[in-house]
C-alpha cells in the first residue's frame, strides 16, 4: 500500500476548498464519499457517467484542496474523505455540503 500526498490538515486555506467545492461533479464526489466510506475513479467515473480522465482530474484538486486521502492498493487508486478533520478545521462546511439538494448543486 501506497499513501498518495495530500497536505497537512493545518495548511489549508479556506479559499482552496470553496475553490475545490465550487464545481458541482466535486461536490458529488464529496457526497458519495460521505456515503461510502471509500471508493475508487472508476466507481466515480460510472456514477457520475464522466470519463476516467476527468474524474482524475477532479480527484486531484479534492486531494490538492486537503478534503480527500488516497491511497493506492495494487492498481487501484482508493479515496477517502478527511471528514474528521475537516469538520474540525472548517466547523459545518461539510454538513453544508451535504445538505443541498442535488437540483441545486
Known amino acids: 500500500m501506497k499513501l498518495l500526498y495530500h497536505p497537512p490538515i493545518e495548511s489549508i486555506p479556506y479559499t482552496k476548498v470553496l475553490h475545490a467545492l465550487s464545481e458541482p461533479n466535486r461536490i458529488r464526489?464529496?457526497?458519495?464519499?460521505?456515503?461510502?466510506?471509500?471508493?475508487?475513479?472508476?466507481?466515480?467515473?460510472?456514477?457520475?457517467?464522466?470519463?476516467?480522465?476527468?474524474?482524475?482530474?477532479?480527484?486531484?484538486?479534492?486531494?490538492?484542496?486537503?478534503?480527500?486521502?488516497?491511497?493506492?492498493?495494487?492498481?487501484?487508486?482508493?479515496?477517502?474523505?478527511?471528514?474528521?478533520?475537516?469538520?474540525?478545521?472548517f466547523p459545518g462546511l461539510l454538513n453544508s455540503v451535504f445538505s443541498v439538494n442535488e437540483e441545486d448543486i
Open 29 to 89: 464526489i464529496i457526497r458519495c464519499l460521505n456515503e461510502s466510506g471509500e471508493n475508487n475513479c472508476t466507481a466515480y467515473s460510472i456514477e457520475l457517467m464522466l470519463n476516467k480522465s476527468t474524474v482524475s482530474h477532479h480527484i486531484k484538486i479534492l486531494r490538492e484542496a486537503g478534503l480527500i486521502e488516497g491511497r493506492i492498493e495494487g492498481k487501484e487508486h482508493i479515496y477517502s474523505l478527511r471528514k474528521d478533520e475537516i469538520n474540525k478545521k
